[in-house]
């Protein structure tokens, strides 16, 4: 499965994006999919993840009550809906898609497909 994320740009502290991750040569019926990003000089970081098994969803502490991911089988997409967005959200945000097991649900190396990455910046 090929993904393509997109969505990414410039907001102001407070504002929102919604990020999508599109699939192709594939169906996220089939995939847990997640969303990780990366700050410069920082290690990629696990953000949300939408569980195929379960059909829950997980976020890292720092988003809670702030992004909502979800998922459009139809459309093939799955998006990160981010409000409330402060200047330490800023990073490259990937989408990434595996099958993971429940206790590996937040480590990247989990994740078997990755899309290209979007460029998320929060001005202060």
């Known amino acids: 499965v090929q993904l393509q994320a997109s969505g990414g740009g410039l907001v102001q502290a407070g504002g929102s994006l919604r990020l999508s991750c599109a699939a192709s040569g594939g169906s996220f019926r089939s995939y847990t999919v997640g969303w990780f990003r990366q700050a410069p000089g920082m290690e990629r970081e696990f953000v949300a993840t939408f569980n195929r098994n379960n059909n829950n969803v997980y976020y890292t502490d720092s988003v809670k009550g702030r992004f909502t991911i979800s998922r459009d089988i139809r459309e093939n997409t799955v998006y990160l809906q981010m409000n409330s967005l402060k200047p330490e959200d800023t990073a490259v945000y990937y989408c990434?898609?595996?099958?993971?097991?429940?206790?590996?649900?937040?480590?990247?190396?989990?994740?078997?497909?990755w899309g290209q990455g979007t460029l998320v910046t929060v001005s202060s």
């Open positions: 990434a898609a595996g099958r993971p097991i429940l206790s590996s649900l937040r480590s990247a190396n989990a994740y078997t497909h």
